[in-house]
């Protein structure tokens, strides 16, 4: 027996609909608040629905300011999808703002997150079909206006490669260590100019602890010289 799986997509008709959706976002929302408020501008999104019974497409605004900043790229996307299913979330509307007719159709979900390290405007679109999220596309945005699409990085530390700063520094100490937990040398990463973290081996003896950290002395008194760094902070060292 053969049994053919059909798997919702998105209708070719509100492809263009979503297209303007995000263009209209980034001009008459995002571009805005970046420029007004710089580093103070605050995650933000917009529902897009369309109404069966009076064909208004209109899109609902959200602040995100309850959502941890510290999440992992996996959970953010994980509560954002959450978010986008279900109407008692306060995103999706339950009934037209244009008409207030019940359940208008769903189009797509726009979030947007400004990380000011890189000056740039991350996007992240939820593609809907029906009751599904079928999709996410993630969008870089400058200050300009100029966006361009990218691949979802599989980590905070793919994240940071790719866009240029950390979508969290304290979601990326957990795949840094993960990564490193068994280097034989201290490790360290420039997380943007003028800012490290480090990790060495773990060592049960204080003297192969001190061993450890030989030669990373020398480096920062070279930073200190050179560049004029001063901010060393040692976590989980005791005193």
Not at 117 to 145: C, K, P, T
């Amino acid at each position: 027996m053969y049994v053919i799986l059909e798997f919702p997509s998105e209708p070719l008709a509100y492809r263009e609909l979503r297209a303007d959706a995000l263009d209209r976002f980034r001009w008459r929302c995002r571009i805005p608040v970046i420029r007004n408020y710089g580093l103070e501008s605050a995650d933000m999104g917009i529902y897009v629905t369309q109404c069966s019974v009076c064909n208004a497409t209109t899109a609902k605004m959200r602040d995100f300011n309850d959502i941890d900043p510290d999440l992992s790229l996996d959970a953010l996307e994980a509560e954002l999808r959450m978010r986008a299913s279900y109407p008692r979330y306060d995103w999706q509307p339950k009934t037209c703002p244009a008409c207030n007719a019940p359940e208008p159709v769903p189009v797509s979900a726009i979030y947007a997150r400004y990380l000011p390290e890189s000056e740039v405007d991350l996007q992240m679109e939820f593609v809907r079909a029906g009751s599904r999220i079928v999709d996410v596309q993630y969008h870089l945005m400058n200050e300009a206006g100029v966006a361009q699409k990218v691949e979802r990085p599989n980590d905070l530390l793919v994240f940071a490669e790719k866009i240029g700063a950390p979508l969290s520094l304290r979601g990326l100490w957990g795949p840094f260590v993960a990564q490193n937990v068994y280097a034989e040398s201290m490790v360290v990463r420039q997380i943007q100019e003028g800012y490290f973290i480090g990790l060495r081996p773990f060592a049960d003896e204080v003297a192969e602890a001190e061993r450890l950290f030989e030669g990373f002395g020398p480096w920062i008194e070279s930073l200190r010289e050179t560049m004029r760094y001063d901010a060393i902070v040692f976590l989980n060292q005791p005193g």
